[in-house]
């Protein structure tokens, strides 16, 4: 089953411990995206990878950095996670920028302590 | 910057009553907007575009440039229904932003 898969589904940090989260697609798409999503609010993009393009949204903080080594595979890295960063993130993928139509993953929630 | 607005944190009605979810945006461009649903422990996922002009489950939605809405209806709401619903923008730079959401409740 074609699918977007983020782990782990729950990760707990330290306020400032780096923190890496993952994501994996068996659909073949060219985009990737990485979403934050804070209690009753709205996704927000943080950036996404067409292909190996890099495209950081610019509200991003600097504290957010993200690493596409292959097609499958898309990372997440929060150097030093603030008390401010706690909320789920969703990763999503898209077989081309035009269309709209995004393939989610199930989220993973971080909790930073 | 485009903006979605979606009024209504939270929606009940009654099993085989008529929901209709409430969405406003506002951007320069031409817009495509979406409609996306998530299940209780399932994933964010589409449900309906604007440009697509098809009924999913039931639900349709119609694009009113003039009132820059998107309201998504079902005349006859089912439990199954019950979900969170989110209105989506995508802009002409490619990039989807949604609203806050609307939770529904659908009451046996």
């Known amino acids: 089953d074609a699918m977007v898969i983020q782990n782990p589904r729950y990760q707990v940090t330290q306020f400032g411990k780096p923190v890496t989260l993952s994501c994996s697609q068996t659909?073949?798409?060219?985009?990737m995206y990485w979403y934050q999503q804070k209690s009753s609010q709205a996704p927000k993009l943080l950036f996404h990878?067409?292909?190996?393009?890099?495209?950081n949204e610019a509200d991003t903080p600097d504290n957010f950095q993200s690493r596409r080594p292959n097609t499958s595979f898309c990372f997440l890295d929060i150097r030093s996670p603030g008390l401010g960063d706690a909320a789920m993130y969703l990763c999503?993928?898209?077989?081309?920028?035009?269309?709209?139509?995004?393939?989610f993953g199930p989220g993973t929630r971080l909790t930073v302590l | 910057a485009q903006r979605v607005t979606q009024p209504e944190k939270l929606l009940s009605v009654f099993k085989g009553a008529p929901v209709e979810l409430k969405c406003n945006y506002s951007?320069?461009?031409?817009?495509?907007l979406f409609w996306y649903v998530q299940y209780s422990r399932q994933r964010l996922q589409l449900l309906l575009r604007h440009i697509s002009r098809e009924s999913i489950k039931g639900f349709t939605a119609d694009l009113n440039k003039g009132e820059t809405s998107f309201h998504l209806k079902k005349p006859f709401a089912q439990e199954e229904d019950s979900a969170m619903y989110y209105c989506a923008l995508l802009s002409n730079d490619y990039k989807l932003s949604f609203g806050a959401g609307t939770t529904v409740t659908v009451r046996a």
């Open positions: 999503a993928t898209s077989r081309n920028l035009q269309g709209g139509e995004q393939f």
């Open positions: 659909l073949n798409h060219n985009v």
């Open positions: 990878y067409y292909d190996k393009d890099f495209n």
């Open positions: 951007y320069s461009g031409s817009p495509e």
